[in-house]
């Protein structure tokens, strides 16, 4: 017998434990402990919650069946999304298994949304669904009915499962070509991938289908398809496609054109492919991954079924999704980078009020990832003297009054040190024709405040830098004279810059949630981070601690860490609520374009790698990481994208991370401007960043606001819906 106390004590620890640690407490408390309706009351959330993650593919069929028989036959019409109507005689607190017959026979009718504890989300597995339909009043046997099914004579079953229903219309790829087959394609060939709202072939790619849709469809909208391939394929011909509805009809599928080169994909290692961004007035509401295998021959090929790898799914709300997309800033530019047969390659959309202006792609003739890794090198030793005055050792980001003295002189010299890297930035891709005609039309086209919106694997350039004058910190004072440097010329002034990584999933469901949960900021302070010669309370933790309490008493807080095992729980075991996890702390990536060696250093001796994300426990508000990265012991342009990679795996939306070490002092007051940029949550965070940014650069003087990137994209709606969480 377990008493109340324990019983809560257990279910709070189950919660942060592996999914099959939690699958065993739940069978062994229900062994032991009588089942009472209190009882039931007590497990039916967390029991949701494990049939909420056997739903999304975290647990097999089996461990679903033993979940069904756990949870209350109230609860399971809830879950399942088919509403239970109970006799008024039935027992709703009993076990479901124990008036289902065979939850392991059950049929998946179709592929359906479901609504379910944040803490579960996973936005990259597609989600069964069984269907129920009511044949009678319940019988309730005296106890749980083994594997073996009921006597036929037995026909007061309360459910039983529905035939399978005949073929839906769905949104499918299929690939299509004499040498291809399923999801893989013969080198040295070529096939048409084709994107549709039909009936799908037994061959199709991914599909899903859902009733919900349908007045989705019926919208009218139109939803941009922009293709990237990897490995052994390329693209010829358009890369972008626009799939137009009209009266709930899909007018013509989308296709783009594979070609697979003379390699082919190692056996087991398949690592070609296309990636599919779905865009609605440039705002990316979905992304998928599609893994098509290059195979040596056609014998190869044959030996293959003829159905794709289960892996390969369409983004269930990819129209209700599009439907939420916010309204379209006036200019947005769309660019995507990606290798073209290893040359550096940018394309090129333009919108104007959400319809496009124009669309181009640029290809680089021999500058591959390596020549790009040379440039960032360069961009770093142009930076290495950035912070070399003393003033930076204190330097809180407020102007003396009168604005003289060191001061501004350092940030003078700061600000030439930062339009030297950038100059070289713009110099050094605009060697290439191809790249400079890139840059010419954005130069020329956008005018201040227009949205960039940029798609990227894993280059991340620091375009907020890029200074398109002329400029060299090795001149004299007479050419400085003749080429005065201009601060509104730096793009981080003139445009509200944002990136996307691709990857797979619902953007739109993660910024859905976001926007749902009222704003809350998980502070996380690295308690090493300290300099001399300033008073206990202009420390750079005491600061950060201050602004902590304020959101406190706003209610805004969910936490404050500040010791290495509490900030692990927060960011590996998803032990938060945080629409913002804050971070300070020291960074390095080594790797221009980041990598293995990606480090986040927490405390002394409490170093974060990426591979330390790896876990299945998804954030429950779909939070925004903030890197605000601190100077540690080098100065050096920082990337992280693989730990923007596993952020997004486990469910955050983006984040905001450094390209170059901050100043300790500036950091900690800086990071709370953003954060109170955030918590404003008005319009485009992108816009409202830039406007942060100018506020330093313009008024201030200051340049270090541009180290600043927003890796995400999230708007927010004029007037806060009422009902967040």
Known sequence: MIDDSLLKILLKAATSMPLAAQLAMLDDLTRIHPQGAAFWHRLEAWALQLLAAWRVGLLDAEAGARVLAQVPLRSVGEALGTPVDEPAT??????????????????????????FSPSLQHPIKSMPSIRFKQTGPPSVPSAVPSAAPPPAAASDAMFEAVPEAEPQQAFHFVLRGEQARGAALRVDSSATLSFNYAVPP?????????????????????????ATARGGLAISGERIGVAQFRDGTMITPVNFQLTAGASCDAPGQPTSGVHVDFLVKGESVHQVELTILVVASAAELDALPPTAAPANQVPLALLGDALSAPPP????????????????????????????????????????????????NGVRGELEPCYESKVWRTFDGRLPAPPTGPVPVALGRTLACVAAAGALLNDSLREDDALARALDYIEAALPQGSVITIATDDVFLPWEILYPREWSAGWTDEQKAAHPLDASAFWGARYAIETVQRGSGSLGGLRKLQLECSPKVSVNLNPSIDIDGVEAADKPIAVQQAWAARL????????????CKAMRRVLQNAANDATLIYIYCHGNAANPFGGKDELLQLAEDCGLKPRDLQGDTAYRAAP?????????????????????KEFRRRGALGMIATSHAIPIVFGAHFGAEVVDCYLRRSGSLAVAMHGLRRHHLLERGNPVPLFYSLQCQLSFPPVRAAGGR
Not at 204 to 224: F, P, Y
Not at 345 to 374: P, Q, Y
């Open 329 to 376: 800033p006036e200019h947005r530019l769309h660019v995507s980078l990606s290798f073209d047969g290893g040359d550096f390659c940018i394309e090129l959309r333009h919108l104007r009020d959400g319809e496009v202006e124009s669309e181009d792609r640029f290809v680089s003739d021999g500058i591959d990832r390596g020549k790009l890794e040379a440039l960032m």
């Open 202 to 226: 037994d061959d199709a790619m991914a599909t899903v289908a859902h009733a919900a849709l349908d007045a989705a469809r019926h919208a009218d909208i139109d939803i941009t398809l922009q």
């Open 552 to 563: 406190g008493e706003q209610g805004r807080l969910d936490g404050l860490q500040a010791d």
């Open 624 to 644: 925004i990481v903030f890197l605000n990265s601190c100077q540690s012991g080098a100065h050096s342009p920082l990337a992280f994208s693989t730990f923007l």
């Open 90 to 115: 039935s027992s709703v607190d009993e076990p479901a298994a124990r008036v289902i017959d065979e939850p392991a026979a059950l049929k998946v009718a179709d592929v359906v949304p479901f609504e």
